[in-house]
C-alpha cells in the first residue's frame, strides 16, 4: 500500500508562485508514473501534469502550459509541481496521484494510488 501526503498549498495573490511537494511512503514509487489533478468548487477533478518514472517525459493541460512545471526527485520518494503566474482559476484542490501501469496518463482512471489534497487558493 503506497500512501501519498500532498504539501505546499496555501493562499496567493494572482501573478504568485507556489511549490507544492507530495511525498510517498514507499521507495518503489520511483518505478512509477505520477500525475497531478485538481478539483475547483462545483467541478469535476481534471489533470495538470504527470511525468514518467525517470522524469524523461512530462504531459500538462493546456491551461497551465507554460506556466506549471512537475519534476521528481526519486531517492527522496517526491514529485513537485512548481506552479508560476498564478490564475484565479487555479482555485482548487491539488491531488497527487501514482500510476503503477508506468504510462504518461492523463485520466485518472490509469492512477491507482491518491493523495488527500492541498487546497490552492489564488486570490485577486
Known amino acids: 500500500q503506497v500512501q501519498l501526503v500532498e504539501s505546499g498549498g496555501g493562499l496567493v495573490q494572482a501573478g504568485d508562485s507556489l511549490r507544492l511537494s507530495c511525498a510517498a511512503s514507499?521507495?518503489?514509487?520511483?518505478?512509477?508514473?505520477m500525475g497531478w489533478f485538481r478539483q475547483a468548487p462545483a467541478k469535476e477533478r481534471e489533470f495538470v501534469a504527470a511525468?514518467?518514472?525517470?522524469?524523461?517525459?512530462?504531459s500538462y493541460s493546456d491551461t497551465v502550459k507554460g506556466r506549471f512545471t512537475i519534476s521528481r526527485d526519486n531517492a527522496k520518494n517526491t514529485v513537485f509541481l512548481q506552479m508560476n503566474s498564478l490564475k484565479l482559476e487555479d482555485t482548487a484542490v491539488y491531488y497527487c496521484?501514482?500510476?503503477?501501469?508506468?504510462?504518461?496518463?492523463?485520466?485518472?482512471?490509469?492512477?491507482?494510488?491518491w493523495g488527500q489534497g492541498t487546497q490552492v487558493t489564488v486570490s485577486s
Open positions: 496521484a501514482l500510476g503503477t501501469r508506468r504510462l504518461l496518463a492523463t485520466t485518472e482512471g490509469l492512477y491507482d494510488y
Open positions: 514507499a521507495r518503489t514509487v520511483g518505478m512509477y508514473t
Open positions: 511525468i514518467t518514472w525517470n522524469g524523461g517525459s512530462t
